[in-house]
Structure formats: C-alpha cells, structure tokens
C-alpha cells in the first residue's frame, strides 16, 4: 500500500467531498445514504497504474460478509488537468461502495448519470498520458503516422490498431 502525501491526503478528501456533492444533487440518489461514502478509506495505487485508475478493494468481515477495506485512486488524478476525470473514476468507486459489486448492466446504467460527459470518456487519454509519461520506446506507425508509446520494444511482433501495418521502435 502507498503511503499518501499530505497533499496526496488533502487531494483525496477534496475529490472525496465534491464526488458525494454532486452525487447529493443526483434524483437517482435522492434516497441514497451517503454516510458510508464519507468514511470509507481512500488510498492510493501506484502510480506505475497505466491502465487501472481506480480499485475498491474489498475484505471478509467476522459475520462472514464483504465489506470495503479501501478505495485506492491514481495519484496523479489529482492534477489539475485530470481532475474531472478523477471524480468521474471515484464516483465509480463509489458505486461499488453502495453495493453495486459487479459492472453489470445496472451498474453501467447508473454510471451513465455522472452529469459530466466529457469526464466520463477520459480514461484512454489518461491510459495514454500514463503510458506517454513512463514510455521509453514510441511504436511507430509507418503508414498512417500513429504512435503508442511503451515501456518495451515491439520487436517487429506488433501491428497498427488502425491500418495494420508493422510498427516500427522510436527511442523516446
Ligand atoms: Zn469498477
Ligand atoms: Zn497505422
């Protein structure tokens, strides 16, 4: 478990607050009891995290139930530039947290209510700036100029998502 800055504290409460803000202004959650949203820990993943930038984690309690251990967030949420996004992802969190354990249609369905459309389909270009800030090698596409940077090489053994064709390595 990482261990949270005090500005990293600070961060978390702040996303912590304006998620349940808005989730009080939600009708769908008009009769919801949002005091568990309150106390429940939050933490921190690494910041190794590209693709996961949210997890609820979740323990075995003495009556034999589930019940959450911690919310842990990507640090780098907390960027000014990522912020909506990082309410997007913990208002998913938070979903688990009132029950909804499995990504199912349900769960999809309340998701889709987050007010803030734009935040909601930020995660490949998060993804991507994680990668982007980690990457070593750009994968290079020849034909239609894309890239996707890595930590490895290719080797020869990828092909371009969009046109197919064999990537080429690029030191970064
Ligand atoms: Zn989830
Ligand atoms: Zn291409």
């Given at each position: ?12 409460e ?8 808005v989730l009080e ?9 949002t005091?568990e ?30 019940k ?14 990522w ?5 997007f ?5 938070f979903?688990?947290v009132?029950g ?10 309340l ?7 734009t ?28 890239s ?17 064709k064999?990537l ?5």
């Amino acid at each position: 478990m990482v261990q949270p800055s005090r500005e990293q504290r600070e961060g978390l409460e702040q996303l912590r607050l304006r998620v349940i803000s808005v989730l009080e202004t939600m009708d769908t959650f008009a009769l919801t009891d949002t005091r568990e949203l309150l106390t429940v820990p939050l933490g921190l993943l690494r910041k190794s995290a590209t693709q996961r930038h949210g997890v609820t984690r979740w323990i075995r309690a003495d009556d034999g139930n589930l019940k959450v251990e911690v919310v842990e967030l990507h640090p780098r949420l907390f960027d000014e530039a990522w912020g909506d996004y990082g309410a997007f992802v913990l208002f998913h969190e938070f979903l688990h947290v009132l029950g909804f354990r499995a990504h199912d249609r349900t769960f999809r369905a309340l998701e889709a209510q987050w007010p803030n459309r734009t935040a909601a389909g930020m995660g490949q270009s998060f993804t991507h700036a994680m990668r982007l800030g980690r990457a070593r090698w750009l994968w290079y596409c020849p034909s239609c100029e894309e890239s996707y940077p890595r930590q490895r090489k290719s080797n020869g053994k990828f092909q371009c998502r969009k046109c197919r064709k064999l990537l080429e390595d690029r030191p970064m």
